[in-house]
Nanobody
Framework: VQLQASGGGLAQPGGRLSLSCAAS????????MAWYRQAPGKERELVAQ???????NYADSVKGRFTISGNATQNTVFLDMNSLKREDTAVYYC???????????????WGQGTQVTVSS
């Protein structure tokens, strides 16, 4: 499974940005899709996750501002980020948990990371 993330960039405080990430490959089923972020000097942290049943969870710091959504048919996940704050500045990574349909092994795949900068 290969992941390709897009979106991100520069936004002013209070602004909005959107990220997307698409998985390519075959012979797998997506178990969950998630976004993580890593700010300079900090550990990577979970931002939001959506599971195959549609349930979601968010980091407390982004609740009410960010929305994760997914298209299971196209194996694509989105992150809409509103009311951005300077502390949202980080490299954002998409992460897919997948199940191989032949041997039912579980895998975790990562996208390449996309920069989000919130600054005036």
């Amino acid at each position: 499974v290969q992941l390709q993330a897009s979106g991100g960039g520069l936004a002013q405080p209070g602004g909005r940005l959107s990220l997307s990430c698409a998985a390519s490959g075959s012979g797998f089923r997506v178990n969950y899709m998630a976004w993580y972020r890593q700010a300079p000097g900090k550990e990577r942290e979970l931002v939001a996750q959506i599971r195959s049943d549609g349930s979601t969870n968010y980091a407390d710091s982004v609740k009410g501002r960010f929305t994760i959504s997914g298209n299971a048919t196209q194996n694509t996940v989105f992150l809409d980020m509103n009311s951005l704050k300077r502390e949202d500045t980080a490299v954002y990574y998409c992460n897919f948990g997948t199940i191989d349909l032949t041997f039912y092994d579980r895998y975790s795949s990562w996208g390449q990371g996309t920069q989000v900068t919130v600054s005036s």
